[in-house]
């Protein structure tokens, strides 16, 4: 990984965020002891976007409602 003192950071910006966009990051130092790492922004997924990801790929049943009822009510009435 390439290291730039902040002077030549600098004066170089324009071509070290070009740099950093193609994947190539680097160190920034202040009289050779590295301070920061300058990496390209990647946002992180959009999780909203997960919705309906399987539509038309599932199918529900008309009776989705009333699947199990007479063993989730002998459950809580007691079995016959």
């Keep these: 990984m390439q290291q730039v003192n902040i ?3 600098k004066t170089q910006l324009s071509k070290l965020i070009e740099q ?5 990051s680097f160190i920034i130092a202040k009289a050779g002891k590295p301070m920061v790492t300058v990496t390209a922004y990647r946002p ?3 999780p909203r976007r997960r919705v309906g990801f399987l539509k038309g790929q ?5 009776d989705f409602d009333a699947m199990g ?3 989730i009510q002998a459950l809580f009435e007691g079995a016959e």
């Design 44 to 46: 992180a997924p959009d």
């Design 7 to 9: 002077h030549e950071a």
């Design 20 to 24: 950093a966009i193609r994947g190539e």
């Design 58 to 62: 599932v199918e529900v049943p008309a």
């Design 69 to 71: 009822q007479a063993a």
